[in-house]
């Protein structure tokens, strides 16, 4: 038998063990896939009014009711627009978006959060809102791809101005596909690299959330509150590091405590949040170029608070 065939016939063999090793891997990682995505998890049950009532609105009436709703509705947009990047995945009209659409890591889509056809919350109760925010787990108790992790820390009335402004939007009407997941998508799930936000953290189940934020005051009391919604990125400990199911092009989040600002002024940090622009005059990269669309819009004692944390948590390495 020739060289060039003996060669052949070695590289048909070795491709088919190959073929055969990834068809094996493909239908294990299927199937560990839709094992986590069949979980089901109990969630301590948490319900809030919506609207938030005034405070001290001991004689109801239909004037002090609008008042109420007027009021919540205006925190919520205010939420919305400067602190909690909702549009980024359900869109401008909350009709519905795109997380991701890749046909190797799959097909998530933002669904449809208004009170037209197709809504995904028209019959959403207090206790299913909270569910699904601040634990990432649907009504029906199985796990939701929402990246929820940045919502643990959400206080009560946080997440029903939230409500209220969504409700108030025009009905839009859009039904979107469940998520599907590609071979990509299905080998991360089952190895555990793209983490569901109701497996993060288990003990957050159990526990109540608050019932209001913070007092608003430049202090970092008030930032530490507002800065749960970057721990997503930036870790908890804001040491920054490689983004966990993020695309392989994002750069690492950076680190925040004052090990990785080192030099930085509050008028360096507002620059970077509202204008994109670091302090050695470097533009932002993605993910964190989206967020000065977001940060324009906080209020001078909001991006006062969020330094006041951030220069006081420990000094830490940045993550490898």
Same mark, same amino acid.
Not at 95 to 105: L, V, Y
């Given at each position: 038998?020739?060289?060039?065939?003996?060669?052949?016939?070695?590289?048909?063999?070795?491709?088919?063990?190959?073929?055969?090793?990834?068809?094996?891997?493909?239908?294990?990682?299927?199937?560990?896939?839709?094992?986590?995505?069949? $979980? %089901?998890?109990?969630?301590?049950?948490?319900? @809030?009014?919506?609207?938030?009532?005034?405070?001290?609105?001991?004689?109801?009436?239909?004037?002090?009711?609008?008042?109420?709703?007027?009021?919540?509705?205006?925190?919520?947009?205010?939420?919305?627009?400067?602190?909690?990047? =909702?549009?980024? =995945? +359900?869109?401008? $009209?909350?009709?519905?978006? &795109?997380?991701?659409?890749?046909?190797?890591?799959? &097909?998530?889509?933002?669904? $449809?959060?208004?009170?037209?056809?197709?809504?995904?919350?028209?019959?959403? %109760?207090?206790?299913?809102?909270? *569910?699904?925010? *601040? +634990?990432?787990?649907?009504?029906?108790?199985?796990?939701?791809?929402?990246?929820?992790?940045?919502? @643990?820390?959400?206080?009560?009335?946080?997440?029903?101005?939230?409500?209220?402004?969504?409700?108030?939007?025009?009905?839009?009407?859009?039904?979107?596909?469940?998520?599907? @997941?590609?071979?990509?998508?299905?080998?991360?799930?089952?190895?555990?690299?793209?983490?569901?936000?109701?497996?993060? +953290?288990?003990?957050?189940?159990?526990?109540?959330?608050?019932?209001?934020?913070?007092?608003?005051?430049?202090?970092?009391?008030?930032?530490?509150?507002?800065?749960?919604?970057?721990?997503?990125? +930036?870790?908890?400990?804001?040491?920054?590091? /490689?983004?966990?199911?993020? /695309?392989?092009?994002?750069?690492?989040?950076?680190?925040?405590?004052?090990?990785?600002?080192?030099?930085?002024?509050?008028?360096? @940090?507002?620059?970077?949040?509202?204008?994109?622009?670091?302090?050695?005059?470097?533009?932002?990269?993605?993910?964190?170029?989206?967020?000065?669309?977001?940060?324009?819009?906080?209020?001078?004692?909001?991006?006062?608070?969020?330094?006041?944390?951030?220069?006081?948590? /420990?000094?830490?390495?940045?993550?490898?």
């Amino acid at each position: 038998m020739g060289v060039v065939k003996k060669i052949a016939i070695g590289l048909g063999g070795l491709i088919g063990v190959l073929v055969v090793a990834g068809a094996g891997a493909y239908v294990w990682a299927g199937s560990a896939a839709s094992s986590k995505l069949a $979980n %089901t998890y109990t969630i301590k049950a948490s319900t @809030f009014p919506v609207p938030w009532p005034l405070t001290g609105d001991s004689l109801r009436s239909a004037e002090s009711e609008q008042v109420g709703l007027d009021s919540a509705v205006a925190r919520g947009k205010h939420l919305v627009e400067a602190r909690y990047v =909702c549009v980024e =995945c +359900h869109s401008t $009209n909350f009709g519905g978006g &795109t997380m991701i659409d890749d046909p190797a890591i799959g &097909t998530l889509l933002g669904p $449809n959060l208004t009170m037209g056809a197709g809504s995904r919350t028209v019959q959403y %109760t207090a206790a299913d809102w909270d *569910r699904i925010v *601040r +634990h990432g787990v649907k009504p029906d108790g199985r796990p939701a791809v929402m990246p929820s992790e940045d919502y @643990f820390a959400m206080s009560d009335r946080e997440l029903s101005d939230i409500v209220a402004y969504i409700r108030s939007l025009p009905p839009v009407d859009n039904t979107v596909p469940a998520p599907t @997941f590609g071979p990509v998508g299905k080998m991360l799930i089952a190895t555990g690299q793209f983490k569901l936000s109701a497996d993060m +953290h288990p003990s957050a189940h159990e526990g109540a959330h608050a019932v209001l934020p913070p007092a608003e005051a430049p202090n970092a009391e008030f930032g530490k509150h507002l800065a749960q919604v970057c721990t997503g990125c +930036h870790l908890p400990s804001f040491a920054g590091g /490689p983004i966990i199911g993020g /695309p392989p092009d994002w750069p690492p989040a950076a680190n925040l405590t004052p090990a990785g600002l080192v030099g930085w002024t509050y008028t360096d @940090f507002e620059r970077a949040m509202r204008e994109g622009v670091r302090k050695d005059g470097t533009k932002l990269r993605e993910p964190m170029a989206l967020m000065p669309k977001y940060a324009k819009n906080m209020t001078d004692i909001e991006m006062q608070a969020l330094w006041a944390y951030i220069s006081t948590v /420990p000094p830490v390495a940045s993550a490898k």
